[in-house]
């Protein structure tokens, strides 16, 4: 998978498909599992988009390759969660 934070900053990743399921609406949802998280999620990026690799052998199966998410508020749950975490672990 392809990670493009803003148009300026760009990384891959592996990613597992962790689930897929069908929605109410007929369409379908994929889980994605990712080995760890990439860390410029913890940065103010506006728009995330994320794109399936042409040469990815799963690429087929989605129907978009290509999506842009808005990251405005992301950083704080992000950060809400990762605390969440750390206080279970401990």
Known sequence: ????????????????INSAFELQNKN?????????????FFLPWK???VKILENDPYRDYFDLPERQYRMGGFQDVLSYL?????????
């Open 1 to 16: 998978m392809g990670f493009n934070y803003d148009g300026k900053y760009i990384e891959k990743h592996e990613a597992l």
């Open 47 to 49: 728009v995330l988009t």
């Open 28 to 40: 379908h949802a994929v889980s994605l599992l990712l080995g760890e998280m990439p860390q410029p």
């Open 82 to 90: 990762t605390d969440k975490c750390d206080l279970t672990n401990k």
